[in-house]
């Protein structure tokens, strides 16, 4: 049996509940948007309950404080084993009812370890790399394109670094945006079909990431395999020191 949830978080431990509660033990989890729409094998598709998802979270924390965060930040890898990694983690965990992460030497905890690393690995770089443009009064927005969907982990980061301004941050490969203003922040899906503006031009925040750039420099250590690993070239579209002006 396929099942199909909505591609949110707790349609993912809804559909886990699910799977466990049917005792499927030859399960697959997909998101609906991501099902190709045909398969030889049956589909069910799994309505979201907040209850089922918080007994799912429940049983994770009991075998590991550790887990529900891996679990998470690897759900939001942009790859299409996580729901199995996760499952079959799971299993693992729930049939020896105890923490499963330490057994990495098991392929689908080693998989749901993997994911979750390179999610945090590259929220922890875009950080750095974010480039917030001035677009008016406390207004500051910028563009990504991470691999992976990382917005939700950088909400805190940069509502607690400019809490007393709005910003907007989108996300274009997924179309979401980061809203943060003084009182809180929030992910938000843009629409699919609208286009979406362009950044405003010529800002002085871009001026002096450029100016800092060239301050920098060293001609005479100027190592640009080693820059770019710090700052891969997929990554410079929207780096202001790094665009064509």
Known sequence: ???????????????????????????????????????????????????????????????????????????????????????????????????????????????????????CYEAHRFKGYVRLVHAGGDLYVADIEPDHCILPLLGGHFHSRFGDQRLFIRDLKRRLALLSTPDEWLIQELSPDDPLPALPQGDAFEDMWRAYFVAIANPARKNLRLQQQFVPLKYRRHIAEFKQT
Request: with cysteine; aromatic share 8%; glycine share 6%.
């Open 1 to 119: 049996m396929i099942w199909l949830y909505d591609g949110s978080w707790e349609g993912l431990l809804t559909g886990i509940f699910q799977v466990f509660s049917h005792k499927d033990t030859e399960a697959e989890l997909c998101a609906g948007d991501r099902f190709p729409g045909a398969s030889l094998f049956a589909t069910q598709d799994v309505s979201t309950d907040s209850v089922k998802a918080m007994r799912v979270n429940r049983g994770m924390e009991r075998l590991s404080s550790e887990l529900p965060g891996v679990a998470y930040t690897a759900y939001l890898a942009d790859h299409s084993d996580k729901e199995r990694a996760l499952l079959e983690t799971l299993r693992i965990g729930f049939a020896a009812n105890r923490d499963p992460l330490p057994q990495k030497h098991l392929e689908p905890v080693h998989r749901l370890c993997r994911l979750s690393q390179q999610v």
